[in-house]
């Protein structure tokens, strides 16, 4: 479950982070903070969800089922009043388990799609929505996974105009997971997609990107507002969600705390793992004077500069 290559991309997601401090700040009367979030038309108790994790073979060494993972991941994000992400590998059967666990929790979960040919994309997604999928979306980033089109799995990268085309079919938001750029982060935009997700897959892809939360204010700047834009890579702890809020995240996504939880400890793991991010979150929100995520800005980041 590490990075690809020398590792550079994933290191760069945790050490990105660290170098941001957080200002503490009491004199206010903030002491309720409420961190409830509207996304895609539904309510969730927290900014923090569950990252898609698939290939228990392939990535785990088998250590639970697929089926367990999926169920674990997605119903312990939903125990906690949060959702999950179920996600899609060379074995077409994933894909197939993660409908099924997105049914059993009435929708509760989104779906990403592997950047298959548009056709296979687009009956994928008509199945996640079919299961009642709260958002469908596709992992852009896996464009150059050699092992997918080794296994008979066709992925590869698209033009905009198609990505046009997919979210002009699909019923339900659409998420493109995977961008690491302002261009494209605006281009992201013109296809239309509700959400965005700045990702650069945990480092799993591409060796030697920079870490998301230092791509993710420069995107902000461009997309804020016109689209939900989602961060993940190296959260691990509500302190680390509260600094991708401040640098522009409307909501975090936790990838490998989140599938390790579900192993040893099922979805009663997860859930008690996305209980404490939010606590945490909580506790630093009123150590920083926040009242809820609106007020989550830049000014809550220690500036040297400014000391
Ligand atoms: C074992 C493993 C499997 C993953 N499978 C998928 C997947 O099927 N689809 C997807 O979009 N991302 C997948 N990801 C990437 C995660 O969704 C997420 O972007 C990444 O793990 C975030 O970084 P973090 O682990 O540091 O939190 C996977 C990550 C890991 C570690």
Redesign the pocket.
């Known amino acids: ?2 990075g690809v290559g020398t590792g550079a991309s ?1 290191i760069a ?2 050490q990105a982070l660290a170098r941001y401090r957080l200002n503490l700040r009491t004199f206010h009367a903030k002491d309720t903070p409420d961190i409830h979030i509207n996304l895609f038309g539904h309510a969730l108790q927290m900014p923090i969800l569950a ?5 228990t073979s ?3 060494r088998d250590a639970v089922l697929e089926e367990e993972l999926a169920q674990a991941m997605l119903g312990g994000a939903a125990a906690a009043g949060s959702m999950g ?5 060379p074995n077409p059967a ?1 894909a197939q388990i993660g409908f099924a666990a997105i049914k059993r929790l009435e929708g509760r979960g989104c779906f ?1 799609s ?1 950047p298959r040919r548009p056709e296979d994309i687009l009956r994928l997604l008509r199945q996640a929505e079919d299961s009642g999928a709260w958002a469908v ?1 596709v ?1 852009v ?2 464009a150059g996974i050699i092992g997918m089109v080794r296994a008979g799995q066709y992925v590869g990268p698209q033009p905009v105009k198609v990505w046009k085309e997919v979210v002009a079919q699909v019923k339900t938001p659409f998420i493109l ?2 961008i690491m750029t302002p261009d494209e982060a605006e281009m992201a935009v013109d296809t239309g997609a509700a959400a965005i ?1 700045v ?6 892809i591409l060796d030697h990107t920079p870490g ?1 939360a230092e791509v993710l204010p420069g995107i902000a700047k461009r997309v804020k507002g016109k689209v939900t834009l989602l961060v ?5 702890s509500g302190y680390d969600a509260l600094k991708m809020l401040a640098l522009g995240a409307d909501a975090v ?7 390790i939880a579900a192993v040893g400890g099922g979805a009663e793991a997860v859930a008690a793992l996305l209980g404490q991010y939010a606590d945490q979150l909580r506790s630093a929100m009123i150590l920083t004077g926040c009242e809820n995520l609106a007020e989550i800005t830049p000014k809550i980041l220690w500036n040297a500069d400014e000391a």
């Open positions: 479950m590490g994933f997601n945790i990252a898609p994790v698939a290939g392939l990535n785990m992400m179920a996600g899609d590998g994933l990403i592997k979306g992992d980033d896996a997971k995977g997700v990702s650069n897959h945990g480092g799993r998301t993940d890579g190296g959260v691990r996504l936790v990838g490998r705390p989140m599938s």
